[in-house]
């Protein structure tokens, strides 16, 4: 059964930081690509970031280019997001998920998904 459990979200100020992290099992976590998605109240899933299986390639949303990264470790099966300067409007529930894909920002293209981590940026 695969799993992806999400944590490190949580309440911070503007300009703050955070990072979060996502524990996968039940796959062979080095072969999928991985994707951090967000979704803030009434608005639609957006993809925020991904990363190729081996973490030589990645790819961002311009809203959140030069201010996030992401990372991945295969020894440890876990994948990260580090987020600078947050603003409010990233205030949102963060979601990682799974693709055999590639370097997906399509939700449709991720097979495997978290719960989620809520976010929530102060002004």
């Known amino acids: 059964q695969v799993q992806l459990v999400e944590s490190g979200g949580g309440l911070v100020e503007a300009g703050g930081s955070l990072r979060l992290s996502c524990a996968a099992s039940?796959?062979?976590?080095?072969?999928?690509?991985m994707g951090w998605f967000r979704q803030a109240p009434g608005k639609e899933r957006e993809f925020v970031a991904a990363?190729?299986?081996?973490?030589?390639?990645?790819y961002y949303a311009d809203s959140v280019k030069g201010r996030f990264t992401i990372a991945r470790d295969n020894a440890k099966n876990t994948v990260y997001l580090q987020m600078n300067s947050l603003k409010p409007e990233d205030t949102a529930v963060y979601y990682c998920?799974?693709?055999?894909?590639?370097?997906?920002?399509?939700?449709?293209?991720?097979?495997?998904w978290g719960q989620g981590t809520q976010v929530t940026v102060s002004s």
């Open positions: 039940g796959l062979t976590f080095s072969t999928y690509a």
């Open positions: 998920a799974a693709t055999l894909t590639g370097l997906a920002r399509l939700a449709d293209d991720y097979d495997y």
């Open positions: 990363i190729s299986w081996s973490g030589g390639n990645t």
